[in-house]
Antibody, heavy 121, light 113 residues
Framework: AVQLVESGGGLVQPKESLKISCAASGFTFSNAAMYWVRQAPGKGLEWVARIRTKPNNYATYYADSVKGRFTISRDDSKSMVYLQMDNLKTEDTAMYYC????????????WGQGTLVTVSS | DIVMTQTPSSQAVSAGEKVTMSCKSSQSLLYSENKKNYLAWYQQKPGQSPKLLISWASTRESGVPDRFIGSGSGTDFTLTISSVQAEDLAVYYCEQYYDTPPTFGSGTKLEIK
């Protein structure tokens, strides 16, 4: 079965950095685009970042709200995807979910349990 | 960015009733080359991660009860639950994956009377 397990969340102060991780299993990780989606407390879902596969040059895409501050990366040898978050703001406080689509269907079929990032002084 | 508008924001129904919720997109999600609508519905129960219910506007995922029905095309879409069960208490989100960035609606919260 497909599993996505996030880790690394926590409490940080504004302007600090944090790197969260997602361990994937149960599918051919190297063939899958990977995504981060976040959800602020009591709010809706917001797409954060996307990383494509090696044949697509690991191209990355970001929401305007995080562009220039967040960096998504992946390690296909470890089936891991990461989100480096720099210059964090209070509005980045959210549950961060790692998500992945099925083959030939871009909808988010697989979700992790999420890791909570709290930015507060 | 494509804006997704969901209505109503919340709805309370009794078990066994039929419920419908709407999702409208600011531009068409119908891709002319394959005649598919790039629209998904997710269910998020309290304290849980979202779960994909329906993709391509009307294709149920494996294991999703057939009381969940997706319909619509272009810019107007509907999720119908034909006979609501207590376990359907959740927030339902639509999402377009026609264009980057993928965008979500603000959700419809389903409450059981």
């Amino acid at each position: 079965a497909v599993q996505l397990v996030e880790s690394g969340g926590g409490l940080v102060q504004p302007k600090e950095s944090l790197k969260i991780s997602c361990a994937a299993s149960g599918f051919t990780f190297s063939n899958a685009a990977m995504y981060w989606v976040r959800q602020a407390p009591g709010k809706g879902l917001e797409w954060v970042a996307r990383i494509r596969t090696k044949p697509n040059n690991y191209a990355t895409y970001y929401a305007d709200s995080v562009k220039g501050r967040f960096t998504i990366s992946r390690d296909d040898s470890k089936s891991m995807v990461y989100l480096q978050m720099d210059n964090l703001k209070t509005e980045d406080t959210a549950m961060y979910y790692c998500t992945a689509p099925e083959v030939r269907n871009p909808a988010f079929a697989y979700w992790g349990q999420g890791t909570l990032v709290t930015v507060s002084s | 960015d494509i804006v997704m508008t969901q209505t109503p924001s919340s709805q309370a129904v009794s078990a066994g009733e039929k419920v419908t919720m709407s999702c409208k997109s600011s531009q068409s999600l119908l891709y002319s080359e394959n005649k598919k609508n790039y629209l998904a519905w997710y269910q998020q129960k309290p304290g849980q991660s979202p779960k994909l219910l329906i993709s391509w506007a009307s294709t149920r995922e494996s294991g999703v009860p057939d009381r969940f029905i997706g319909s619509g095309s272009g810019t107007d879409f509907t999720l119908t639950i034909s006979s609501v069960q207590a376990e359907d208490l959740a927030v339902y989100y639509c999402e377009q994956y026609y264009d980057t960035p993928p965008t979500f609606g603000s959700g419809t919260k389903l409450e059981i009377k």
